[in-house]
């Protein structure tokens, strides 16, 4: 489980393998500090298992799965990406629910200054901007942030000076692929509202007068 806070920006040093699996060599200094094997770090916001390390780089597998949803098998040698390790029981959460898994790509439209900030807008699946609400909460490459706005195609993020220095934003132009989390409550609350079992083991629409009657909301 991770928070979308970015605690570090390391930079791809190689790609070991081909366009179907691999592993990931990635240069990094603060995300080391106590790392094991078998440790979780998100890499642009995709939970991967470090492997092996040393003192200034960290190795982490990648599958075909993983390669097909997300951006990292577009990644080029020297390329900066965004680092968090896994948070622990205790810590500050001060961005929001964010699993590792990421649900698709997005390409970005544009980047537009707007006054102290930059506007981005970002292109998505039909299937991915469901999900998306006007100030609701998403993870692109890692990144917690609040949503600005929502059309047919696209959605937009407000990116404050700070978040923009301390990662991998800064680099990014219009043609980039990012990847996207959505909001895993949102999700969750789809999957429950979405669909029911019956006594008979028949699977029905959840959502309903009935079904609101019967549990009390109206």
Known sequence: MFTGLIEEVGRLEAIVGNEQAGCLVIRAEKVLEGVQPGDSIAVNGVCLTVTSFTARQFRADVMPETLNKTNLGRLRTGQRINLERAMRLGDRFGGHIVSGHVDGTGVILSRQPHANAVLFRIEAAPQLLKYVIPRGSICIDGISLTVVDVEEQSFAVSIIPHTLAQTNLQDLRAGDWVNLEMDVIGKYIERLMGA????????????SLAFLQENGFV
Do not use: A, S, V
């Open 196 to 207: 029911r079992r019956t006594d008979e083991g028949k699977t029905e629409n959840g959502l």
